[in-house]
């Protein structure tokens, strides 16, 4: 009786962990989840069953054991977050496949972009698009969804600047540098500090504030 009273504290004690983990990190949905929560999550799931179990492990060696698992998977994220490089490589980056009608065959053909030009088909018709003819600009999200726009012209929103962070690669589909959004930010009188969020779309600039006001230009 004593051991399934464990198994019962030890699954309940992991279940509260992964809980409050989730709600701290604020990634309650599926889609929140970056490939670093998945895996993580694999980890913790593969502690919790490999542990509760067995019961050569003590009860506090499985709490630290759990809590280095939440703060290395929180780690991670924040690396994700602030790093442009290993968010690049963890989580990925857009990939363009259709721009202004023409199919971008160098990002299509790419071996590590693993494009699955039927599928792509399929989620057009399940958007109702019902030809590649029809498409103006298409892109595949970090998550997997597909962006299509079929209004020539229309591109995505890219994000220049993010809490103090330049975005590099964004303003370089541009062919802008960090030096002309710092003189852009000079000429609406505002310092990087007072900046959220610059939004780049349809050839104008959205200055999102601190304080929840916003500048276009």
């Not at 409050?20 to 999550?41: A, E, R």
Request: negative net charge; hydrophobic residues 45%; glycine residues 8%.
């Amino acid at each position: 009786m004593e051991y399934y009273v464990m198994v019962l504290v030890k699954f309940l004690i992991g279940f509260l962990i992964v809980i409050l983990h989730l709600n701290f990190s604020g990634k309650t949905q599926m889609n929140q989840m970056s490939p670093v929560d998945f895996i993580g999550n694999f980890v913790l799931g593969g502690i919790i069953g490999g542990v509760i179990y067995n019961q050569d492990i003590p009860l506090l060696q499985y709490i630290i054991v759990l809590l280095i698992g939440v703060l290395l998977i929180s780690l991670l994220n924040w690396v994700c977050k602030h790093v442009w490089f290993f968010r690049s490589f963890a989580i990925g980056e857009p990939i363009t496949i259709i721009k202004d009608g023409r199919f971008v065959m160098k990002n299509i053909l790419e071996k590590n972009n693993k494009v699955d030009i039927l599928n792509i088909a399929s989620i057009l018709h399940s958007q109702g698009i019902t030809s590649f003819q029809e498409v103006s600009y298409a892109q595949i999200e970090p998550s997997g969804s597909l962006t299509a726009i079929t209004e020539k012209g229309k591109y995505p929103s890219l994000i220049l600047f993010k809490n103090g962070e330049y975005r590099v690669p964004d303003l370089h589909k541009i062919d802008k540098d960090t030096d002309w959004l710092k003189q852009q930010l000079q000429e609406q009188g505002l310092a990087e500090e007072d900046v959220y969020l610059v939004e780049y779309w349809d050839g104008k600039l959205n200055f999102i504030q601190h304080n929840g006001e916003v500048k276009r230009c």
